[in-house]
């Protein structure tokens, strides 16, 4: 069992250093160390992330529950906190806010103030130790050793870092080619890179080049099959509810299955795209959505096809 208290150590190396190769290697020493029954919670946590997601207690709560006390010893392990999360993430019903927040209290009184430190902005969603998704994937190819190249067209096709790890760390690179486009399970977008200007931009492109203009949308992926639509962001959110009129334009389309990848945009009365920031008022709605389709209407406009049939 690995001591919460040895994922902190690493964390705090990560964050005070901003050498890439330096984080990449700590990271990946600590993936190397974990038993196999705890590489997905390790990996998510120097993420920033947590296998149960949002737990429903806001920073304020955190903090008081903190405050109320902490260990002496660093006794607490991975496992005891993933099984404590998950936990106070299933409590539900009446009283529910005050029964978690007396649960997540007693989980941060077996933490030392250090581990505190390190499980207040993780819960809270603001962890900041420069594990970012790049230097993370570079670890797991190190800790497993793998090709990078492997790793990060696995990742392509993963729901998560967790999910990752555990099969490149585990099972090699066999396990890795389970990651596949899949219908209804959303792929990270392919996004653009930048150039210092289009001198430089063009030296790095061969063979002949386009231009296109860039109007500022809102990243969509549409998965369809037999009359079903899915719409997910960027951040491989589903916003089908919000966006009804892309779901009826991807039905529409004569393909019976298919995957593409575009862009939303807003528009104006007078056909003009609305800024991203007025786009992004489309998602997340799932109230009053018929009434937001008419004042903020929204157009669909793909770029690549990743599946068809």
Request: charged share 20%.
């Given at each position: 069992m690995t001591l919460l208290a040895h994922l902190v150590t690493v964390s705090e190396r990560v964050a005070a250093t901003a050498a890439r190769l330096s984080k990449v290697r700590e990271l990946?020493?600590?993936?190397?160390?974990?038993?196999?029954?705890?590489i997905r919670t390790g990996v998510l946590y120097l993420s920033g992330e947590t296998p149960q997601?949002?737990?429903?207690?806001?920073?304020?709560?955190?903090?008081?529950?903190?405050?109320?006390g902490a260990?002496?010893?660093?006794t607490l392990t991975l496992s005891q906190v993933d099984e404590a999360l998950s936990a106070?993430?299933?409590?539900?019903?009446?009283?529910?806010?005050?029964?978690?927040?007396?649960?997540?209290?007693?989980?941060?009184?077996?933490?030392?103030?250090?581990?505190?430190?390190?499980?207040?902005?993780?819960?809270?969603?603001?962890?900041?130790?420069?594990?970012?998704?790049?230097?993370?994937?570079?670890?797991?190819?190190?800790a497993s050793r793998l090709p990078a190249s492997e790793i990060r067209r696995a990742a392509m096709y993963s729901s998560g870092l967790g999910d990752l790890a555990v099969a490149?760390?585990?099972?090699?690179?066999?396990?890795?080619?389970?990651?596949?486009?899949?219908?209804?399970?959303?792929?990270?977008?392919?996004?653009?890179?930048t150039a210092a200007d289009v001198g430089e931009a063009l030296?790095?492109?061969?063979?002949e080049v386009a231009f296109e203009?860039?109007?500022?949308?809102?990243?969509?992926?549409?998965?369809?099959?037999?009359?079903e639509v899915r719409i997910y962001t960027r951040g491989l959110n589903d916003v089908?509810?919000?966006?009804?009129?892309?779901?009826?334009?991807?039905?529409?389309?004569?393909?019976?299955?298919?995957?593409?990848?575009?862009?939303?945009?807003?528009?104006?009365?007078?056909?003009?795209?609305?800024?991203?920031?007025?786009?992004?008022r489309r998602f997340g709605r799932k109230l009053d959505v018929e009434k937001l389709r008419s004042e903020l209407p929204i157009r669909a406009f793909f770029f690549d096809c990743l599946r068809l049939g």
């Open positions: 990946s020493e600590f993936l190397r160390s974990l038993p196999p029954e705890e997601g949002r737990i429903g207690i806001g920073f304020a709560a955190l903090r008081a529950a903190a405050a109320q260990a002496a010893n660093e106070i993430a299933a409590i539900r019903g009446a009283g529910s806010a005050a029964r978690r927040e007396q649960a997540l209290a007693a989980l941060l009184s077996q933490a030392t103030s250090r581990e505190q430190r390190f499980l207040v902005p993780l819960l809270g969603g603001e962890l900041r130790q420069g594990a970012l998704a790049g230097v993370m994937l570079d670890a797991i190819a190190a490149a760390l585990t099972g090699g690179v066999d396990a890795l080619g389970r990651f596949q486009l899949a219908l209804f399970s959303p792929v990270s977008p392919m996004l653009a890179q030296k790095d492109l061969a063979g203009w860039k109007m500022d949308g809102a990243r969509i992926q549409v998965h369809k099959t037999d009359g089908s509810e919000a966006v009804p009129e892309i779901v009826e334009a991807a039905r529409a389309l004569p393909a019976d299955t298919v995957v593409l990848d575009g862009e939303a945009i807003a528009f104006d009365g007078a056909g003009r795209p609305r800024p991203f920031q007025i786009t992004m």
